[in-house]
Nanobody, 124 residues
Framework: QVQLVESGGGLVQPGGSLRLSCAAS????????IGWFRQAPGKEREGVSC????????IYAESVKGRITISRDDAKNTADLQMNSLKPEDTAVYYC?????????????????WGQGTQVTVSS
């Protein structure tokens, strides 16, 4: 059974940092591209960042460029999202997803497996 489990969410003040982790089981993560998505209340789920399986090529949404870094550790079967300079508009539930493909994608329908999400709240 494939499982993706996110961790690392929480409450942080504006300007602060969080590191989200996604632990995979039931699959070899090195065969999959990884995406991080977020969904704020009343909004569509949007692609924040993704990383390819073969070349590690990364893509970021314009709204997070320069503040967020995606990474993967295939030996540990994990993927991380380092988030710095957080803003209130970053508040959302963050999901990791795995896609059987070389290249990542910011399109949610491209993904095969999803985690349950972790809440990130940026507030003073």
């Amino acid at each position: 059974q494939v499982q993706l489990v996110e961790s690392g969410g929480g409450l942080v003040q504006p300007g602060g940092s969080l590191r989200l982790s996604c632990a995979a089981s039931g699959l070899r993560l090195d065969d999959y591209a990884i995406g991080w998505f977020r969904q704020a209340p009343g909004k569509e789920r949007e692609g924040v960042s993704c990383i390819g399986s073969s070349d590690g090529r990364t893509i970021y949404a314009e709204s997070v460029k320069g503040r967020i870094t995606i990474s993967r550790d295939d030996a540990k079967n994990t993927a991380d999202l380092q988030m710095n300079s957080l803003k209130p508009e970053d508040t959302a539930v963050y999901y990791c997803a795995a896609r059987w493909a070389f290249a990542g994608s910011r399109i949610k329908s491209d993904y095969d497996y999803w985690g349950q999400g972790t809440q990130v709240t940026v507030s003073s």
